[in-house]
Nanobody, 124 residues
Framework: QVQLVESGGGLVQAGGSLRLSCAAS????????MGWYRQAPGKQRELVAR???????TYADSVKGRFTISRDNAKNTVYLQMSSLKPEDTAFYYCKADQVVATNGFRSSLNDYWGQGTQVTVSS
């Protein structure tokens, strides 16, 4: 069974930095893209940043120049370095892994997975 576990959220003052990590566990053969999404109260979940298996990155306009996504394929882990944080960055941040090929020893599966989320709060 594949699980994604996020860490690194917390409370920070405006202008500060945080680094989120998301590790995928299980018998994983490959992961296509990995990404970070966020959802603020009363708003829809939105894409923050995404990175392909080959390292191609995509960012929401609101975080360009402030956030950096990276991944360690050997560890099945994705990171989100967040700098110059603003109060409007306050949200629950979720990790997502796309097209994960995993095996239970008998057969393989292809699915997308979400982490449980981590809270990021930026105070003004």
């Amino acid at each position: 069974q594949v699980q994604l576990v996020e860490s690194g959220g917390g409370l920070v003052q405006a202008g500060g930095s945080l680094r989120l990590s998301c590790a995928a566990s299980g018998t994983i053969l490959s992961i296509n893209a990995m990404g970070w999404y966020r959802q603020a109260p009363g708003k829809q979940r939105e894409l923050v940043a995404r990175i392909s298996s080959g390292g191609i990155t995509t960012y929401a306009d609101s975080v360009k120049g402030r956030f950096t996504i990276s991944r360690d394929n050997a560890k099945n882990t994705v990171y989100l370095q967040m700098s110059s944080l603003k109060p409007e960055d306050t949200a629950f941040y979720y990790c997502k892994a796309d097209q994960v090929v995993a095996t239970n020893g008998f057969r393989s599966s292809l699915n997308d997975y979400w982490g449980q989320g981590t809270q990021v709060t930026v105070s003004s």
